[in-house]
């Protein structure tokens, strides 16, 4: 081969690998989906979900990997500083925008060293009480509270996680004082509940749906904006007359920032469609969730409007981590 046809075929070669773009550029090479949580929880169980789904629809290598601890913090500042490749993404939740609030040196920036690639699904929580509560409606419970700051004790999964920020609303508009108990993990505090160690808990819908139905937990009610499928016998808390405590639970996919936004495109593409099958649809609703499937753009809209909701709350109450 003559020096001038070998340069003809390199520069062919160079363009043709110009135009295919990042997102050729990583076809086979394994993607990672990092959790913040442990294996077994909601979050787990949406990477797994997508994670077999998307090898399968685009025939690369999807592994899952957990990395809990310190309210997420360190997935998210391990996924921070991972190559921007479109090979490693973050699955969050809604600590995500709080705990660079909330942390003094929470590891990374939510919009800074991220880019939003969709929001999977969204879910209420639910205040509920044991059995030996004597409250049967919400307005009972906050009621009680004011007569006895003891009677409004209530346990979360963790200081700062969408439950805590939920009591902390709901405190702040009935002014009732509500007092915050913080677990490791929703398992502990159901269980202290349901024994009578402490008045109530908010949890997911999913996490307290089976003590819910055994009758072991009595649901007041639900954070979303309306009843929820599923479990529209449970009232919500606009509607027990505090419309200034409605939030989600919602969990979602970012990307370290400066990933290509062909890259992001084809992830939020193959992802949201993942996410909008019926099957989907059924199976996340066992788990007190639907999906959402959002566009990167209106995922970014989404957590920037939450950040300065958030922040206001975080202020009032005097949340911090540290």
Same mark, same amino acid.
């Given at each position: 081969? *003559?020096?001038?046809?070998?340069?003809?075929?390199?520069?062919?070669?160079? !363009?043709?690998?110009?135009?295919?773009?990042?997102?050729?550029?990583?076809?086979?090479?394994?993607?990672? $989906?990092?959790?913040?949580?442990?294996?077994?929880?909601? @979050?787990?169980?949406?990477?797994?979900?997508?994670?077999?789904?998307?090898?399968?629809? =685009?025939?690369?290598?999807?592994? +899952?990997? *957990? #990395?809990?601890?310190?309210?997420?913090? $360190?997935?998210?500042?391990?996924? !921070?500083?991972?190559?921007?490749?479109? =090979?490693?993404?973050?699955?969050?939740? *809604? *600590?995500?925008?709080?705990?660079?609030?909330?942390?003094?040196?929470?590891?990374?920036?939510?919009?800074?060293?991220?880019?939003?690639?969709?929001?999977?699904?969204?879910?209420?929580?639910?205040?509920?009480?044991?059995?030996?509560?004597?409250? #049967? =409606?919400?307005?009972?419970? +906050?009621?009680?509270?004011?007569?006895?700051? !003891?009677? @409004?004790?209530?346990?979360?999964?963790?200081?700062?996680?969408?439950?805590?920020?939920? @009591?902390?609303?709901?405190?702040?508009?009935? @002014?009732?004082?509500?007092?915050?108990?913080?677990?490791?993990?929703?398992?502990?505090?159901? /269980?202290?509940?349901?024994?009578?160690?402490?008045?109530?808990?908010?949890?997911?819908?999913?996490?307290?749906?089976?003590?819910?139905?055994?009758?072991?937990?009595?649901?007041?009610?639900?954070?979303?904006?309306?009843?929820?499928?599923?479990? /529209?016998?449970?009232?919500?808390?606009?509607?027990?007359?505090?419309?200034?405590?409605?939030?989600?639970?919602?969990?979602? $996919?970012?990307?370290?920032?400066?990933?290509?936004?062909?890259?992001?495109?084809?992830?939020?593409?193959?992802?949201?469609?993942?996410?909008? /099958?019926?099957?989907?649809?059924?199976?996340?609703?066992?788990?007190?969730?639907?999906?959402?499937?959002?566009?990167?753009?209106?995922?970014?809209?989404?957590? #920037?409007?939450?950040?300065? =909701?958030?922040?206001?709350? $975080?202020?009032?109450?005097?949340?911090?981590?540290?």
């Amino acid at each position: 081969m *003559n020096a001038c046809l070998a340069r003809l075929i390199l520069g062919a070669t160079t !363009a043709a690998l110009a135009m295919c773009g990042p997102a050729a550029a990583q076809e086979g090479k394994i993607m990672k $989906i990092v959790v913040i949580t442990a294996a077994g929880g909601a @979050g787990d169980f949406m990477a797994r979900y997508v994670a077999e789904r998307l090898g399968t629809k =685009t025939g690369r290598t999807v592994v +899952v990997e *957990n #990395r809990p601890g310190a309210g997420g913090n $360190i997935a998210s500042a391990l996924v !921070a500083r991972s190559a921007n490749d479109g =090979t490693t993404v973050l699955l969050t939740s *809604n *600590n995500h925008t709080v705990n660079p609030q909330i942390f003094s040196k929470a590891g990374y920036d939510a919009f800074k060293d991220f880019t939003p690639v969709t929001q999977l699904t969204r879910g209420p929580v639910v205040l509920a009480v044991g059995p030996g509560s004597q409250a #049967r =409606t919400l307005r009972e419970f +906050v009621d009680a509270s004011k007569l006895n700051a !003891a009677n @409004g004790s209530y346990a979360t999964y963790g200081i700062g996680g969408a439950a805590h920020l939920v @009591g902390e609303m709901l405190s702040r508009a009935s @002014g009732a004082g509500l007092q915050h108990v913080a677990y490791r993990g929703a398992a502990p505090a159901l /269980t202290d509940t349901i024994a009578g160690q402490v008045p109530a808990v908010i949890v997911s819908l999913a996490a307290a749906s089976a003590y819910i139905k055994s009758g072991q937990l009595r649901p007041l009610a639900v954070s979303s904006a309306a009843r929820w499928p599923g479990a /529209t016998f449970i009232p919500t808390i606009a509607e027990s007359g505090w419309k200034d405590a409605v939030y989600d639970i919602w969990i979602g $996919i970012v990307a370290p920032a400066g990933t290509p936004a062909d890259v992001v495109s084809q992830l939020n593409k193959d992802i949201s469609e993942i996410v909008k /099958t019926p099957e989907a649809r059924e199976t996340f609703a066992r788990q007190g969730m639907e999906p959402v499937g959002s566009s990167a753009a209106e995922f970014d809209a989404y957590l #920037r409007k939450e950040a300065a =909701t958030m922040e206001q709350i $975080i202020k009032a109450n005097k949340i911090t981590a540290d």
